[in-house]
């Protein structure tokens, strides 16, 4: 029973693997808000550790993997991400979608099961420039505020047949909207190279949105040219989240580890 219990835990690690691998990015918008339009969209890659609580079909497993754990337990992963945003002026308004596709399987004596797995969000906001300010040198201070709709749906459904013929299910879906509020600071040192900070927070336990949901990011930010900004740091997502019924599922924990992206700029 320990086994499989922990098997179950890992839908969620390897959900929280791909999900990480097509993450939006890792922090707002880094350049100044001189001229018109501004179009930028950035892909990231996230290679994250796992620690949380994880909770399918009302069992809970205690789940603490590292990024190469995890790697070894996802047998199909699909995954499609990205963030754009538009800026003209203090103003600007952006969409961050995520889907994923998993399905792992594995072999317990003479029963087989296979684990589906679906996750995406689909985060709408917009902020604004609180604060750009020059500083001495080349320096200069940027800060913006945001706030948006993050609307996330998760399915994890384990299924396994077995000698004598049988066939059982554990687990489900939910869907849920929750209000988000952060906030991103980027401190440039030079022309070209910046500090990046962002976090943000959701949920609040409003209907039946998460309890809470929240990013923490810090990084370095280098612009190799004018239309590409290169990015590396360190990015934090938890997740306190518990869906109703008798086929419960649920998160609480995090994902942590290094990103490294690319914003282009048009």
Request: aromatic share 12%; hydrophobic share 40%.
């Amino acid at each position: 029973m320990r086994r499989i219990v922990r098997c179950r835990g890992l839908v969620v690690a390897i959900i929280a693997l791909t999900s990480a691998l097509f993450s939006p990015p890792a922090w707002g918008d880094t350049t100044p808000t001189e001229g018109g339009w501004r179009v930028e969209f950035t892909p990231i890659l996230w290679a994250p550790s796992l620690d949380a609580k994880t909770t399918v079909g009302g069992f809970s497993s205690d789940v603490d993997l590292s990024f190469s754990d995890i790697v070894d337990h996802a047998d199909e992963v699909f995954g499609l991400s990205g963030r754009l945003e538009t800026r003209k002026g203090p103003w600007g308004l952006f969409v961050e979608t995520i889907f994923i596709a998993v399905t792992a399987n594995f072999t317990v004596g003479p029963v087989s099961t296979e684990l589906e797995n679906d996750f995406g969000i689909y985060h709408f906001g917009a902020n604004y420039r609180l604060v750009e300010k020059p500083l001495p040198g080349a320096m200069r201070l940027l800060f913006d505020l945001s706030g948006g709709i993050r609307h996330t749906y998760l399915k994890q459904l384990v299924s396994a047949t077995g000698s004598p013929p049988f066939t059982t299910s554990l687990g489900g879906s939910e869907d849920w909207y929750e209000p988000v509020i952060g906030a991103a600071g980027v401190l440039y040192l030079t022309e070209r190279l910046l500090i990046g900070l962002r976090g943000d927070a959701g949920g609040f336990g409003i209907g039946e949105a998460a309890k809470l949901s929240w990013f923490l990011t810090a990084g370095l930010g280098y612009h190799v040219s004018p239309g590409a900004v290169l990015k590396g740091g360190y990015q934090v997502y938890g997740l306190d989240f518990k869906g109703g019924g008798t086929n419960t599922i649920g998160f609480d924990g995090n994902l942590h580890g290094p990103i490294l992206g690319v914003t282009f700029i048009f």
